[in-house]
């Protein structure tokens, strides 16, 4: 009560001063405007006399804030000062120019739509044409600013006339009510009970406000926090709710609240889903989005929702993983399949006894060749495995010269019995890597280089430091590559050359374990070949990893 009574006297002067002040800026607007209409006269007149002596003055005249016309009596604009006349409307109409044209001079003051402001326009007929000069009027705003310290003491002056008063008055009045209230003294037996009552309710709706602020805080910080997108329609179709991850993924045009699904998403599977969840029906499905796999799930309208949930999980991991698995086992199993055919059939023989004697040793020698590729499969099969485990690796800072120098002792016999010679271009190179990854991956390179080179062909084998990378790079002059083949050589059980696969022994999986490894550190392998020429292979590695 103490507060409506000090707003009502606080009301009072601001009338007072509204009062005042609207018609003291008024008075002063008036006087403003009739100081501009008569200074546009004047000057207007001077322009008309100086054009009549020389007719190209108004194109010398540089007049600031000030529009100049020049018209023909038929209202057409022959020159304006600011703009190209040939844009104009014709001018023939406006009453200042009408009465320009019946008595000599006119005037007029109108809202013009060339510059978005009132003007005051004032013409003036000469001989043969009529000039116009306009100049736009300052609003009754810049008027109030003359007077704006004086009103600011007024309203100082009734303010503290008011708190003044107000005090006084709502003191005897408020008082005896307050008392009444925190001290349950029945000063007012009548009101008293309200406003017990009013006490009691403030009371419990803080308690309930706090109670549901604390509510909303927690489903927002879930909803923010959550990787799942979700969106709430009502039975409109409009934008009730979503979260953060749902506008990462639908990325809608608009995503505020009331916004129309279309705005969301134009995904035919999610709208017609939505509609039937309006139909009380629980949906499920797949939706690829951005060449990303979601799972959908519809959940039915209810009241505690207060419409569709349209719930999104990212499955592109899961279902990379299952297609990825779905063609190991696939290549596995058919890899498996011709070394175990292989020895199984010729175990048989032995087994059945009829075959001769010195074909014994020759069907031993096929048996261990195909167990020993069996062997080597099965390790490649495991290295690959680990390398997609994605686990972390541990590294050591090493000489990769010094690995590349045990590696080609390693291959010594291999490049011995083909009778290859081998370049060996090392500098001295230090890196952070695993080194029995990177002991693997040079084996395969170098292994490769020896069983697709020629007889009696060359290897360079090649250790630099390259920027912030070391370089590994191994090159033959063999058999060579088809162009349109490289994109394809790193995939798992691939093999180049299928007329010369049954004389080479090959797994598949070198370059593939190659390639795993130069991304387990954040590298990059690069091919050129060229048939009948040979290939080169080159690892970047960085050298802090």
Same mark, same amino acid.
């Given at each position: 009560?103490r507060?409506?009574?000090?707003?009502?006297?606080?009301l009072i002067?601001?009338?007072?001063?509204l009062?005042?002040?609207?018609?003291?800026g008024?008075?002063?607007?008036r006087?403003y405007?009739?100081?501009?209409?008569?200074?546009l006269q004047?000057t207007?007149?001077l322009?008309?006399s100086q054009?009549?002596?020389?007719?190209?003055?108004?194109?010398?005249l540089?007049?600031?804030?000030l529009?100049?016309?020049?018209i023909d009596?038929d209202?057409k604009?022959?020159?304006? @000062?600011e703009k190209?006349?040939?844009?104009?409307e014709?001018h #023939? /109409?406006?009453p200042e !120019?009408k +009465?320009a044209?019946e008595k000599?001079?006119g005037?007029?003051?109108?809202?013009?739509?060339?510059?978005?402001?009132d003007?005051?326009?004032?013409?003036i007929?000469?001989?043969?044409?009529?000039?116009?000069?306009?100049?736009?009027?300052?609003?009754?705003f810049?008027?109030?600013?003359?007077?704006?310290?004086?009103?600011?003491?007024?309203?100082?002056?009734?303010f503290l006339?008011?708190l003044?008063?107000?005090?006084?008055i709502?003191?005897?009045?408020?008082?005896?009510?307050?008392?009444?209230?925190?001290?349950?003294?029945?000063?007012?037996?009548e009101?008293?009970p309200?406003l017990?009552e009013i006490?009691?309710?403030?009371?419990?709706l803080?308690?309930l406000y706090?109670k549901e602020k604390?509510? @909303?805080?927690t489903?927002?910080?879930?909803?923010?926090?959550? #990787? /799942?997108g979700l969106? !709430?329609f +009502?039975?409109?179709?409009?934008?009730?709710l979503?979260?953060?991850?749902?506008?990462n993924i639908?990325?809608?045009?608009?995503s505020k609240k009331?916004?129309?699904?279309?705005?969301?998403?134009?995904e035919?599977?999610?709208?017609d889903a939505v509609k039937?969840?309006f139909?009380?029906?629980?949906?499920?499905?797949?939706?690829?989005?951005?060449n990303?796999?979601?799972e959908?799930?519809?959940?039915?309208?209810?009241?505690?929702?207060?419409?569709?949930?349209?719930?999104l999980?990212d499955?592109?991991y899961?279902t990379s993983l299952?297609?990825?698995?779905?063609?190991?086992?696939?290549?596995?199993?058919h890899?498996l399949?011709?070394?175990l055919t292989?020895?199984?059939?010729f175990?048989?023989?032995l087994?059945?006894?009829?075959v001769?004697?010195?074909?014994v040793?020759?069907?031993?020698t096929i !048996?261990?060749?195909?167990s020993?590729n069996?062997?080597?499969l099965?390790?490649d099969?495991?290295?690959i495995?680990?390398?997609?485990?994605?686990?972390?690796?541990?590294?050591?800072?090493i000489?990769?010269?010094?690995?590349a120098?045990?590696?080609?002792?390693?291959?010594?016999?291999?490049?011995?019995?083909?009778?290859?010679?081998?370049v060996k271009d090392?500098?001295?190179?230090k890196a952070?890597v695993n080194?029995e990854m990177?002991k693997?991956?040079m084996?395969?390179?170098?292994t490769?280089?020896i069983?697709?080179?020629?007889e009696?062909?060359e290897?360079?084998?090649k250790i630099?430091?390259e920027g912030k990378?070391?370089?590994?790079q191994?090159?033959?002059?063999?058999i060579?590559i088809e162009?349109?083949l490289?994109d394809?050589?790193?995939?798992?059980f691939y093999?180049v050359d299928?007329?010369?696969?049954?004389k080479i022994?090959?797994t598949?999986?070198?370059?593939?374990i190659?390639k795993h490894v130069?991304?387990a550190?954040d590298?990059?392998?690069?091919?050129?070949?060229e048939?009948?020429k040979g290939?080169?292979f080159?690892i970047?590695i960085?050298?802090n990893n």
């Open positions: 009560m507060k409506k009574i000090f707003n009502s006297m606080v002067s601001v009338y007072c001063l009062f005042t002040a609207f018609f003291s008024l008075a002063f607007y006087i405007r009739q100081n501009v209409e008569k200074n004047t207007t007149r322009i008309v054009y009549e002596t020389d007719k190209e003055s108004l194109e010398k540089k007049v600031k804030g529009r100049i016309n020049l009596k209202g604009v022959l020159y304006d @000062n190209d006349s040939s844009t104009f014709n #023939k /109409e406006r !120019i +009465d044209l000599g001079e005037s007029s003051i109108r809202y013009s739509k060339t510059l978005n402001r003007t005051i326009y004032h013409a007929r000469t001989d043969d044409s009529i000039i116009r000069v306009a100049q736009e009027v300052n609003s009754v810049s008027i109030f600013k003359v007077i704006f310290p004086v009103e600011i003491l007024i309203v100082i002056v009734l006339l008011s003044f008063i107000s005090k006084r709502t003191e005897s009045i408020t008082t005896p009510i307050k008392l009444g209230v925190y001290k349950h003294q029945n000063l007012y037996p009101l008293d309200y017990r006490d009691e309710k403030n009371l419990e803080e308690k706090s604390s509510q @909303n805080d489903v927002e910080a879930i909803l923010s926090k959550m #990787k /799942e969106v !709430i +009502d039975r409109s179709l409009r934008l009730v979503i979260n953060d991850s749902a506008i639908l990325k809608p045009i608009n009331g916004s129309h699904i279309l705005e969301l998403t134009n035919t599977k999610i709208l039937e969840g139909e009380g029906k629980y949906i499920k499905g797949e939706i690829e989005i951005d990303k796999i979601y959908y799930f519809i959940s039915p309208e209810s009241e505690s929702l207060g419409g569709v949930a349209l719930l999980t499955k592109t899961e299952k297609q990825k698995r779905e063609e190991f086992t696939s290549n596995v199993t890899e399949k011709t070394p292989i020895i199984s059939g175990a048989e023989l087994k059945s006894g009829n001769e004697e010195e074909k040793k020759e069907f031993g !048996i261990h060749k195909q020993t069996l062997q080597s099965i390790d099969i495991l290295k495995s680990k390398l997609e485990a994605d686990e972390p690796i541990i590294i050591e800072e000489n990769i010269d010094e690995l120098d045990e590696v080609c002792g390693d291959l010594s016999i291999e490049i011995k019995n083909k009778n290859i010679n081998l090392f500098d001295r190179v952070k080194r990177i693997e991956a084996q395969n390179l170098l490769n280089a069983k697709y080179n020629k009696g062909g290897i360079i084998f630099a430091k990378n070391v370089l590994i191994i090159s033959d002059n063999g060579g162009e349109e490289l394809r050589i790193f995939e798992r093999v299928h007329s010369r696969s049954k022994s090959s598949g999986l070198g370059l593939s190659v130069v991304e550190h590298g990059r392998v690069e091919v050129t070949s048939v009948g290939s080169t080159t970047y960085p050298i």
